[in-house]
């Protein structure tokens, strides 16, 4: 039987003579051979510049194999997985081939190739395999809101960023003078807008928390005049979102005498820290209570505001006391009112108390928790 | 020198071509990529097709955390999100009812959502849809209230929609009717299908006379679970399929306590809710499942069978329980009159 041919030109003016019932799988080409291109070597149907000649080859290479009608499932699949076996900048140029010739099969089949080199990688593997250039800063990088990691090597990592930010602040606030202390509130703050203005247009969304975050940072700080200043409130807007969490789901605590009540509030809120995937220093869970402070009206609003002053008062001043009647409740397994703190809830209290103040009651197991 | 030469391909690629590669990503390994390089801290807020299932959250026994955990997650990625979203879909055991879902529709529907499935778990939930560019709706969890508000573009609806005994009793006293709340507002619907409690769902509240719209574009249904011992949802059924005159395919499933069945009072087909002469002018295929044989079963067998001119299969396959009434279906069933010489009874045995 006669085979009927097309001529086809790559972007470097060659031409050459393919099989149509092959070429016809592309539609790209087949809606030029309706038009009456390709049927002489005259007349040869232009590639796309995305196909050059070895990419052409590829995809011929794949049309013949598929265009055969006889064959398996199991024999394309198969034919599939050798066939992507390739480097991985041969493997983005025949995507983008295959997708200026419309070859939706391929597109697939490569797009899934390239999906599976970034699944489950860290971001360093990523970048490696595909030759990124890691032109990020580091601030970007911990940018809370955008970065969702899994990582334990960069939760930690954030973790050091958030401390060592901490102290340089802690550092500055003491040298300057009041009016100093808000200007580098203004500064982090604006530094971050800027970026986000710099970078795509942001949804105005994330520029309302960050300005609430501006002015709840002033509000608390003039409350607590002590030098644990920022960490307290920090710390309070952590407990904010645990107490949110809290009244949303157990009304009934309220009543509970408030050994318990703090003990459920951090529990809350360290279950939150610990569980969630995001890399956090307490300052920055602080954007999230602010996008859902916007559901919970005024009432609620003053009655939160209040326990965390309430909060706030009672940490400042008998803190280590109480860290060690938590230790010690906590190791004896004794119930406290209504609510008993699980052995891990106490160490997670530990090591925030190690974090906000520099020296630690040494207990033993207080130590053993840090990562 | 070779790191010179070695370019990166990737980040350069059509952005139709890097919206498919993410959406073959898991959508934390998708969001992850915003770390990659400069070029890629945004290519993830364009996707238009958002999928939030299990492997989102963190694997953890108690349901709290990871309740909040996903509703924090999703609501952070929807702030970030940027263009359109066509797909979204969240299937998730966790989540109960809870306000950020309410919220979250509000979002999607001023995103052009044309595409939205919604698996839940248990709990409470009150949904008020309003997206008028919404063409395919999946629903299932437990409902205490659908409500189609401004969907006129709908095309397919699926619902599974389970129900605790305290809430059907609610249902009971509601005074709105829960058939026109529902499928009042999609003249272009295509394909319906329905699980579970969905037909009694529809079946509660004051249904006088026709229903508002002709589903002129209806073409499949599918409905599971049917009581046939409860006279109204039989009348959901034909109030449906009545004033469906492109329908084609019909699926029936039915659910019916038997002893209750048997004693039911004869079903009226003459009644108001079909007038004798309907015709059902394009329907080919009916498969009847489930059946356990009882009279309004079989009634509504012979009124499709006596009403349906171009049938070509009508398929009844029996429940696995009472295999005595077996006999007496196949008797009854070569009884029934066709209206359509081309059409094959078929019994389904295993």
Not at chain 1, 98 to 124: C, F, H, N, Y
Not at chain 1, 133 to 154: F, G, H, S, V
Not at chain 1, 220 to 235: E, V
Not at chain 2, 258 to 266: G, L, Y
Request: proline letters at 5%.
């Amino acid at each position: 039987m006669m085979k009927s041919y097309i001529w086809l030109q790559n972007d470097d003016g060659s031409i050459q003579q393919v099989e149509q019932e092959v070429a016809k799988l592309c539609p790209i080409i087949c809606q030029e051979i309706h038009t009456g291109v390709g049927s002489s070597k005259q007349n040869p149907i232009s590639l796309p510049p995305q196909v050059n000649p070895a990419m052409l080859s590829l995809i011929l290479d794949y049309c013949q194999f598929h265009q055969v009608p006889g064959r398996s499932n199991k024999e394309r699949k198969s034919f599939d997985e050798k066939f992507i076996r390739m480097d991985t900048k041969r493997l983005c140029e025949l995507t983008s081939a295959a997708d200026s010739l419309q070859l939706k099969p391929l597109v697939d089949l490569t797009s899934r190739a390239l999906a599976r080199m970034i699944e489950g990688k860290t971001p360093e593997e990523i970048r490696e395999t595909f030759h990124l250039p890691d032109d990020l800063t580091e601030e970007e990088k911990l940018e809370p809101l955008k970065n969702m990691t899994d990582d334990p090597r960069i939760r930690v990592l954030n973790r050091l960023y958030a401390r060592k930010r901490k102290e340089l602040k802690e550092r500055d606030k003491l040298k300057n003078v009041e009016i100093e202390e808000e200007r580098v509130d203004d500064r982090s703050v604006d530094d971050l807008l800027s970026f986000i203005n710099g970078g795509k247009g942001d949804s105005k969304g994330v520029k309302t928390s960050k300005s609430k975050k501006k002015n709840r940072r002033r509000k608390d700080q003039q409350k607590n005049a002590s030098s644990n200043c920022i960490p307290i409130s920090d710390y309070d807007c952590s407990s904010n979102n645990a107490i949110e969490v809290h009244t949303k789901d157990s009304k009934g605590l309220n009543s509970v005498c408030h050994v318990g009540k703090i003990h459920n509030d951090v529990g809350e809120m360290l279950k939150l820290q610990d569980v969630e995937d995001e890399s956090f220093a307490p300052e920055d869970e602080f954007d999230d209570s602010d996008d859902i402070d916007d559901g919970i009206d005024p009432a609620m609003k003053e009655k939160i505001d209040r326990e965390v002053e309430d909060f706030a008062r009672r940490l400042n001043s008998d803190w280590p006391e109480r860290m060690q009647e938590i230790l010690s409740l906590g190791q004896q397994r004794r119930p406290v009112s209504t609510a008993t703190v699980p052995q891990g809830d106490v160490q997670k209290i530990a090591f925030i108390y190690r974090k906000i103040h520099v020296s630690v009651s040494s207990d033993s197991a207080a130590c053993r928790i840090l990562d | 020198m070779d790191n010179v030469l070695v370019r990166d391909s990737i980040s350069d690629l059509p952005e139709s071509i890097i919206e498919t590669i993410l959406t073959k990503l898991p959508i934390r390994d998708a969001v992850r990529t915003s770390i990659l390089s400069t070029k890629w801290r945004y290519k993830w807020a364009n996707l238009t097709h958002l999928v939030f299932d299990g492997k989102c959250g963190t694997l953890c026994n108690d349901k709290g955390p990871v309740e909040d955990n996903l509703v924090k997650f999703i609501t952070r990625l929807l702030f970030l999100h940027d263009g359109p979203i066509h797909n979204f879909s969240l299937s998730s055991a966790y989540l109960q009812s809870s306000p950020d879902i309410d919220q979250w529709l509000l979002f999607l529907s001023r995103k052009d959502i044309k595409e939205l499935v919604l698996e839940l778990g248990e709990g409470d939930l009150a949904l008020t849809i309003r997206a008028p560019n919404l063409k395919y709706l999946c629903l299932e969890g437990e409902f205490k209230d659908i409500c189609l508000e401004n969907t006129p573009l709908l095309v397919s609806i699926s619902v599974a929609m389970y129900m605790t005994d305290d809430i059907a009793e609610r249902f009971e006293q509601s005074s709105s009717c829960n058939f026109t709340k529902f499928l009042g507002g999609v003249p272009f619907l295509e394909r319906l299908i329905g699980h579970i409690y969905f037909t009694k769902y529809l079946s509660i509240g004051n249904q006088l006379g026709k229903p508002p719209i002709t589903y002129g574009h209806l073409q499949i249904v599918e409905l599971y679970q049917v009581s046939f011992e409860d006279m109204k949802e039989i009348l959901v059924v034909l109030r449906l399929i009545v004033n469906s005159p492109s329908l084609e395919e019909l699926q029936i499933s039915g659910s019916s306590n038997t002893s209750a069945a048997t004693e039911a009072s004869d079903l009226d087909f003459g009644g108001k809710e079909c007038p004798t002469d309907c015709t059902f002018g394009l329907l080919k295929t009916v498969k009847m499942t489930d059946m356990s044989g009882v009279p309004h079963e079989m009634e509504f067998i012979k009124f499709l069978l006596g009403n349906s001119p171009v049938l070509k299969i009508m398929s009844v396959t029996p429940s696995v329980y009472g295999t005595d009434a077996r006999i007496n279906m196949l008797i009854e069933l070569l009884r029934f009159r066709r209206a359509s010489p081309d059409a094959e009874i078929t019994f389904i045995q295993d």
